[in-house]
């Protein structure tokens, strides 16, 4: 059933190397296409990480309905997400990758078998002490965390809060243009703004509404800039990324849906994506 949520538009991945080539974003570099079956390959392969989490709130807030179900926000995107990422890097890279994600918890001792984790929309979200001791536990020892979809003022402040809670001694720093991270595998003049493809398509616009996330957001004039950010301990060594004011996710998960969206956002979506992960494994 979750391999029938992966994209099967046939022109998409002739599109999405196309579309690399012609802005300069194809590095040439790439696999088969193809997964290798777990018994082949065993563990040591790449595998995405969703963290689960809880936050506070009620309906709109720790969690929302949207497709016919509820759906608690750290679970926004997933698992339709990274079965897309997973498959693209496949075909885009050479990395050995397991096509299935895997979603734990911080306290989760299988999480240290795993080099890269992924938060989603974590605008409301809340960690207790146990979870941001195994957080900077994880992070210490060398693993590495991308922080995606959320937006404005207060959800920033949130994160915020949570990482002064987990690690007092570590901060936040806006990347600049030409940081590493931009330029790894395919060059980047930004981090791309991605609205969800439901705004996209009622607005036109390449950002999410301000009636849409937690207030105070700084509306329009704060939601139009995307900033990328990364978490540095007290060595230096950034530990985190975060993507703040933009939806990487989203980009993944509905490239296939409409041409359009995948033209315009979901192809910078992947070559950041590949970014973030070559720079978070080799630093």
């Not at 790439?30 to 392969?45: H, I, K």
């Not at 990758?97 to 080099?115: A, F, I, Y």
Request: one cysteine or more; aromatic letters at 12%; glycine letters at 8%.
């Amino acid at each position: 059933m979750r391999r029938q949520a992966r994209i099967e538009k046939p022109r998409s991945i002739l599109l999405l190397r196309v579309v690399l080539a012609l802005i300069g974003l194809e590095n040439g570099a790439r696999g088969d296409g193809s997964f290798s079956s777990r018994g082949e390959w065993g563990e040591d392969r790449f595998r995405m990480v969703r963290i689960r989490y809880d936050s506070v709130g009620g309906n709109g807030e720790a969690y929302y309905y949207y497709e016919g179900r509820l759906w608690q926000r750290w679970e926004t995107d997933f698992p339709r997400a990274e079965l897309n990422f997973l498959h693209r890097l496949a075909e885009l890279t050479s990395l050995m990758t397991d096509p299935e994600p895997l979603s734990l918890s911080l306290t989760d001792p299988r999480l240290l078998s795993h080099p890269f984790i992924f938060m989603s929309d974590v605008g409301w979200q809340r960690l207790g002490k146990e979870e941001q001791r195994a957080l900077r536990a994880y992070l210490e020892q060398g693993g590495f965390l991308w922080v995606d979809d959320f937006w404005g003022d207060a959800e920033w402040e949130n994160l915020v809060t949570m990482s002064q809670a987990a690690f007092p001694d570590w901060t936040w720093r806006a990347l600049p243009p030409d940081h590493a991270l931009l330029r790894m595998v395919y060059p980047l003049k930004q981090c791309p703004q991605v609205p969800a493809r439901l705004f996209y398509e009622s607005t036109g616009l390449p950002f999410d509404p301000p009636w849409m996330h937690r207030q105070p957001n700084g509306g329009e004039a704060d939601l139009s800039q995307v900033h990328l950010r990364g978490l540095f301990d007290s060595r230096g060594r950034m530990v985190a990324v975060a993507t703040h004011n933009t939806d990487i996710a989203d980009g993944w998960e509905r490239e296939g849906e409409d041409e359009e969206y995948f033209m315009k956002f979901s192809v910078h979506t992947y070559a950041l994506g590949i970014n973030i992960l070559v720079f978070a494994m080799t630093h």
